[in-house]
Nanobody, 126 residues
Framework: VQLVESGGGLVQPGGSLRLSCAAS????????MGWFRQAPGNEREFIAV????????YYADSVKGRFTISRDNAKKTVYLQMNSLKPEDTAVYYC????????????????????WGKGTLVTVSS
């Protein structure tokens, strides 16, 4: 099983980034996919999840209206479009997978997730 994040980097406040997470080694369409992040000195926190088919999404209040999660099951990839970025969005962003039926919707806790990527760093700074 592999989840490989990409797309992180340095961006100015107000800017945008699009993160991608490529999955392999499991039946991608049978999993709810999510994004979490961990800022320096903080615990890892929930950002967003998308249902197995992509029809349902759920966001943390801190990113609602600015971030959009989506998935492409044919490409086995989940995305996180991040707009209007703020310095407080600086963190390592992690992709995670939760087997459908394994947790109640929406799965927002670390323990809900079965698989994790290694993360990609996003730095928002001028």
């Amino acid at each position: 099983v592999q989840l490989v994040e990409s797309g992180g980097g340095l961006v100015q406040p107000g800017g945008s980034l699009r993160l991608s997470c490529a999955a392999s080694g499991f039946t991608f369409s049978s999993y709810v996919m999510g994004w979490f992040r961990q800022a320096p000195g903080n615990e890892r926190e929930f950002i967003a999840v998308v249902s197995w088919g992509g029809a349902a999404t759920y966001y943390a209040d801190s990113v609602k209206g600015r971030f959009t999660i989506s998935r492409d099951n044919a490409k086995k990839t989940v995305y996180l479009q991040m707009n209007s970025l703020k310095p407080e969005d600086t963190a390592v962003y992690y992709c995670a997978a939760d087997r459908v039926g394994g947790s109640s919707w929406p799965p927002t806790k670390e323990v809900d997730m079965d698989y994790w990527g290694k993360g990609t760093l996003v730095t928002v700074s001028s």
